[in-house]
């Protein structure tokens, strides 16, 4: 059965810091990249932050500086640190494994930067 477990997530006045973790399991390949993506209320599904199998990272524009995502390859683990948080980053995380034949999704955490 495959899994995927996002952790972490609350609510956190604006300029705080929450680490969001992600546990892949069951998945019956290789996991090339991993990534953090987000959708907010009325919005689309974005990218956030992904990292490959070799730890090459790539970050969206709005959270360059602020966000940065790691894994432990031993452990089929993702991370995902977050400084300096702000209202417009309030939205559903989502942990994402790609595999060669399909990418596997978790069900979401709910991050909310309010005062």
């Known amino acids: 059965q495959v899994q995927l477990v996002e952790s972490g997530g609350g609510l956190v006045q604006p300029g705080g810091s929450l680490r969001l973790s992600c546990a892949a399991s069951g998945i019956p390949y290789n996991i090339n990249d991993m990534g953090w993506y987000r959708q907010a209320p009325g919005k689309q599904r974005e990218l956030v932050a992904r990292?490959?199998?070799?730890?090459?990272?790539n970050y969206a524009d709005s959270v360059k500086g602020r966000f940065t995502i790691s894994r432990d390859n031993a452990k089929n683990m993702v991370y995902l640190q977050m400084n300096s948080l702000k209202p417009e980053d309030t939205a559903v995380y989502y942990c994402?494994?790609?595999?060669?034949?399909?990418?596997?999704w978790g069900q979401g955490t709910q991050v909310t930067v309010s005062s």
């Open positions: 990292i490959s199998s070799g730890f090459s990272t």
């Open positions: 994402k494994a790609d595999t060669i034949p399909q990418g596997y």
